[in-house]
């Protein structure tokens, strides 16, 4: 289970009833939810594990001549084919804490505003891993026709263009459409998610068409920001952008030796530097066998003959182009899909975000005084994951500045 632990004591409590605060959680978490929105759903029955599968049939392969029929003789029959994808449901949780006294002298209201607050947290962190899961997909698209992340240049940003060959690629996959009633009629589409960047480059496109030229503008998704080209947009602050992950230097390293010693090592650096990672040190790449992050130190996977001198650059290339200075560019991901491309799980609808609240003197004897009481908000089990590849297709672009 993944906790987000905070504690407050400064603070009173409305003593109004928890199915108000369910519902204030739930309202603040909506706002952050974009790309859990769309996902097909699906939900474990409770006693039946952590882990459940989504499967699909393949679609028989067309075949003229297999398939002409000679007079009087019955053909072989075809065969079923079945995919299958599984994923494993994880539980998200978050409270505070309030005193008893400040409770009865305090001003504000801090339980309602802390179950706004946690909705806010958890609804993100639901949004990220739902976004990370349909970012972890293959089917990637570089803007401006590159050929990888690290080329990617200042002017290689988000176009209209370059969405619409996203939708020619889901076209040719057969990427199933979504359908929303306008004025009485199915108008079939498909979804993009984009960040508030790629949104400013879009809207300098001649090709744009803002949600304002709706011919119903009533018939929107939330947060949709416009429509064309069969595709509805749909701005999220939680998209995807992929940073530079290590940029540092070499604080010491002895000849010989395989292991090196960083000026400094971030959370970020430590999760990118597992065994197996490309490592820049200076214009030299190499593989890393393991990583220290108390020590600040990384080993790679073959000793160095020469003493690297400190103060050498060391940085990943796992962002857009690099400049002078050796500092990669952020990238940003824009997710263009169709229905079924990805799904979302949870268990008899425990994805829903839910309130706990303990009074004081419910602990027993860990609260002997009648001290503390707290409200908490959990995700009894969540997960999501991609189910047809071929029906996601992630834009990596740059923004303008």
């Known amino acids: 289970m993944s906790n987000i632990n ?6 009173s409590t409305t003593h109004l009833g928890k199915e108000y605060y369910d519902r204030k959680l739930l309202e603040t978490a909506k706002t952050r939810l974009v790309h859990a929105c769309y996902g097909q759903k699906r939900s474990i029955p409770p006693h039946s594990g952590k882990r459940v599968e989504f499967r699909r049939y393949e679609l028989f392969t067309p075949d003229a001549d297999r398939l002409t029929l000679t007079e009087g003789v019955t053909p072989d029959g075809q065969s079923l084919a079945q995919s299958r994808v599984e994923a494993e449901v994880k539980q998200y949780g978050a409270y505070i804490e309030v005193s008893d006294l400040l409770d009865t002298t305090g001003f504000d209201a801090v ?6 607050l946690l909705g806010e947290q958890l609804g993100t962190v639901i949004e990220w891993v739902t976004r990370d899961a349909m970012c972890a997909g293959t089917n990637v698209q570089y803007a401006g026709g590159r050929v990888n992340r690290a080329a990617l240049t200042g002017s290689d940003v988000l176009t209209v263009s370059e969405v619409r060959r996203a939708v020619r690629t889901l076209k040719k996959a057969k990427a199933r459409t979504f359908a929303m009633t306008d004025g009485g009629m199915k108008k079939p589409h498909f979804i993009c998610i984009c960040s508030p960047d790629a949104t400013y480059d879009l809207q300098s496109d001649p090709l744009w068409q803002d949600v304002s030229k709706y011919s119903n503008a009533e018939a929107v998704y939330s947060g949709e920001i416009g429509r064309m080209f069969g595709v509805v947009f749909v701005e999220s602050t939680e998209a995807k ?11 010491a390293h002895s000849a010989g030796s395989a292991t090196v010693t960083l000026a400094a090592l971030t959370d970020a ?10 490592l820049m040190i200076g214009d030299t790449e190499y593989t890393v066998a393991s990583c220290d992050r108390a020590g600040r130190t990384v080993t790679l996977s073959a000793a160095v003959s020469g003493a690297i001198p400190a103060g050498t650059k060391v940085y990943s290339e796992d962002a857009g182009a690099l400049d002078g200075d050796k500092r990669g560019a952020d990238v940003h991901a824009t ?3 169709g229905a079924d491309a990805y799904g979302v ?3 008899a609808g425990g994805g829903v ?3 706990i609240v303990k009074p004081c003197g419910s602990a027993g004897a860990a609260d002997p005084l009648d001290q503390r009481s707290t409200v908490g908000a959990k995700v009894d089990a969540y997960a999501a994951t991609i189910l047809n590849d071929l029906w996601l297709v992630r834009i990596e672009h740059r923004v303008t500045a």
Do not use: H, M
């Not at 905070?6 to 603070?11: D, L, P, Q, S």
């Open 6 to 11: 905070t504690t407050i004591n400064t603070a």
């Open 269 to 278: 650096a430590a999760a990118y530097l597992t065994a197996g990672a490309k």
């Open 111 to 116: 339980i309602n505003d802390g179950a706004e």
């Open 335 to 337: 997710l263009v899909f």
């Open 345 to 347: 799980v949870d268990v």
């Open 353 to 355: 975000l839910r309130t």
């Open 241 to 251: 952008v992929f940073s530079q992950s290590v940029y540092t230097t070499v604080a």
